[in-house]
């Protein structure tokens, strides 16, 4: 008898541990982090197309590049900056829609030998009053990309200028950009 209650004891155990181990749910599935997050402007540069990324600051140069590329074989660079405000643009305000919140993804590249602090900016005018805010900010690495991302809440005024730049704390740094994405949330 001491054998028999012993032998149902372990086959109760054995078969739970079973149940347990043949019941358990899905593996996890790994998911975006907002379902709802649209792509609606994106640019690698593998065209050869700038649009719509222009130089920002007099003397600033932009172009197509193969010379590094975060993906495939093309990025911008940037050269000929003189301020630190000076760097790469685009004129969003056709994208974007007041009241909305937007995620704002671009790579960038330094090589200069160190370490150098670079930002992602909105420059917006509502009613006349320009202003200027910091989606990013991020210290690059010399010789990696690094992504330069954040998250913008166009405030509920009527907007008449949205320029989304990226600029670099040293004045004088050349720079290269890759794979900007701009979603909507």
């Not at 054998?3 to 347990?20: D, H, K, P, Q, R």
């Not at 370490?115 to 990696?144: C, F, Q």
Request: hydrophobic share 40%; charged share 20%.
């Amino acid at each position: 008898m001491k054998y028999g209650v012993i032998s149902v004891f372990v086959i109760f155990v054995l078969i739970s541990f079973s149940f347990a181990s043949c019941s358990s749910a899905p593996a996890a599935v790994e998911e975006p982090e907002d379902k709802t997050a649209v792509v609606i402007s994106s640019n690698d540069f593998e065209d050869s197309q700038l649009e719509p990324w222009v130089a920002r600051g007099e003397g600033v140069s932009v172009e197509v590049s193969n010379a590094f590329a975060h993906s495939g074989s093309f990025s911008v660079y940037v050269s000929g900056r003189t301020q630190n405000w000076n760097g790469v643009q685009a004129d969003l305000l056709s994208l974007i829609a007041s009241g909305k919140n937007y995620h704002f993804s671009v790579w960038v590249y330094q090589n200069s030998g160190e370490s150098k602090n670079m930002y992602l900016t909105v420059e917006r005018t509502y009613k006349g009053d320009k202003n200027w805010d910091r989606v990013a900010e991020i210290s690059v690495p010399s010789g990696e990309w690094v992504e330069l991302s954040g998250d913008y809440s166009v405030p509920r005024k009527d907007v008449s200028e949205f320029v989304l730049y990226v600029e670099a704390e040293d004045a004088t740094l050349d720079f290269y950009i890759d794979d900007v994405f701009l979603s909507k949330m």
